[in-house]
């Protein structure tokens, strides 16, 4: 088990104004396991990937990273935590427009101090991993949204972190590209074996998934492992039967 | 769809005559399914067979065309249950039968939010199988086979929209009746239950409260 997360409860606001963004969450993410999660708007996906992240205070409950509790990190050791173990993708891609494709990239490690070898090294492989080897030197402004989330996923996956949180990654896409970027993540997660926690509104890109959490007013309703429950044999018939 | 949990699901909430049942169902789900006497008394006689409903002769009231009652079992009941609980799996009657389904778990003790999820899940298991057999197909030789499997995607993933849009119209629904008694009204002559009570019959309820209102002053 890579993550853990026991009775999770975020409330924002005080007093008659709160809201409870989450309810008692408990969920745990196995090693290279692939999970998405889904849910009506506003019922908690964006805050439990926060949380599960460190990017946000906890109301109550723990976050455990391979074991250990996230959640009485000091401020400057929860930074050094989240670039070590976590590779965060978001919906707006969130890179630095200043910066180019392979500076973004390096972003994580020169904040860690990296070596300059090791450095070129981490971010040639990523650049190359996601597919933009002719692009390295692009401002993101000169990259479409699909290039754009690639250099992100690169930016993710350059500190080789044990799990990668994705909110709704392929939401400003179109379906080809939308496609693309989750054959990416997959491909990652088959290569290097970290775990994927992605929100999604898009039962496509749920698709993908291992095991499916569904969210619903800040608690976990249901869930789903995906895979073997259905006979491929009859689906392929029926669809090959459908052309003639 | 099976006329057999049509009429189960009308037989769990009350015993009906025979020949009500017809008329029963066409006002549940439509005149597209519409089915003739004939094939309501061949399935009653089918479930009464295997012990899923019971008949018993009734005093004839109001020139009643037979006296015959139909009243649901306690296996008809777990037999209807287990319909409602199952999704819909041949991809042909998914159209008919799953609306059926969730039409008739309206009235029914199962939760229509259960129905609608149970689907939702199997949905997601074929969307998984497809995007399996995408990934396995080799682009540089069968983009047919590939482009087939996209339109059987995008056809799943409609049919999961509309399970999202049935969703929020019953969470709609809800909020309706949370605001207020529901009042029964008469439409051809006939009550309609409050669960068959419909946003727009409210609102157009309210439209004349307030019309007759306007005048009086
Ligand atoms: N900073 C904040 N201050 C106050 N309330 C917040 C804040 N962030 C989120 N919320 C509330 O918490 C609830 C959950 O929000 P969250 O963003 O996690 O939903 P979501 O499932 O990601 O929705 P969407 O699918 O629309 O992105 C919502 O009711 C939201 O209004
Ligand atoms: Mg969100």
Redesign the pocket.
């Known amino acids: 088990m890579i993550m853990e997360a026991i009775g999770l409860i975020k409330s924002?606001?005080e007093g008659s104004a709160t809201?409870k963004?989450l309810d008692n969450v408990t969920l745990q993410i196995e090693d290279g396991e692939f999970v998405a999660i889904m849910?009506p708007?506003?019922?908690?996906?964006?805050?439990l990937l926060h949380l599960m992240g460190g990017l946000d205070s906890i109301t109550s409950g723990q976050v455990k990273v391979n074991g250990r509790d996230i959640t009485t990190l000091k401020e400057a050791e929860l930074a050094r935590f989240r670039r070590k173990e976590i590779g965060f993708i978001f919906q707006s891609y969130n890179l630095v427009s200043v910066l180019t494709a392979e500076e973004n990239v390096a972003l994580p490690l020169l904040m860690d101090g990296c070596k300059e070898s090791v450095m070129r090294e981490n971010v040639g492989k990523a650049i190359n991993l996601v597919g933009l080897d002719g692009r390295s030197h692009h401002r993101p402004s000169q990259l479409s949204g699909g290039e754009q989330q690639r250099v992100a996923i690169a930016r993710a996956i350059v500190n080789n972190p044990s799990i990668i949180l994705a909110d709704e990654p392929t939401g400003n896409l179109d379906s080809v590209n939308a496609e693309e970027i989750m054959d990416l993540l997959s491909n990652l997660r088959n290569k290097s074996g970290q775990a994927i926690v992605m929100?999604t509104?898009d039962p496509k890109m749920a698709a993908y998934a291992d095991r499916i959490i569904f969210?619903k007013d800040g608690r976990i309703i249901d869930e789903e492992r995906l895979g073997g429950k259905i006979d491929q044999k009859k689906l392929v018939s029926k669809l090959k039967g459908s052309t003639n | 769809m099976s006329v057999k949990y049509g009429i189960l699901a009308i037989l769990s909430r009350r015993p009906f005559h025979g020949y009500e049942l017809r008329q029963e169902l066409e006002a549940e789900l439509g005149s597209n399914w519409s089915v003739n006497y004939g094939q309501i008394y061949s399935t009653l006689d089918r479930l009464e067979r295997d012990g899923l409903v019971i008949q018993s002769d009734t005093v004839a009231v109001n020139d009643a065309p037979d006296r015959k009652l139909y009243t649901i079992t306690p296996a008809g009941q777990d037999e209807l249950n287990k319909w409602f609980l199952n999704p819909v799996t041949k991809i042909d009657n998914l159209r008919d039968e799953f609306y059926a389904k969730v039409v008739l778990s309206l009235t029914s003790n199962v939760s229509t939010e259960d129905v609608l999820q149970i689907q939702r899940k199997a949905e997601l298991q074929k969307l998984h199988e497809l995007t399996r057999l995408k990934e396995e197909a080799d682009p540089a030789i069968e983009l047919p086979w590939i482009m087939q499997i996209d339109l059987a995607i995008l056809h799943t993933e409609a049919t999961m929209q509309w399970l999202n849009m049935c969703e929020a119209r019953l969470r709609k629904l809800k909020d309706i009746y949370k605001q207020g008694p529901s009042v029964k009204v008469k439409r051809d002559g006939r009550e309609i239950r409050p669960a068959g009570d419909t946003a727009a019959d409210i609102t157009k309820r309210e439209e004349k409260q307030t019309a007759r209102d306007f005048r009086r002053r």
């Open positions: 924002y606001g809201v963004a849910g708007s506003g019922s908690g996906k964006s805050t929100v509104h969210l």
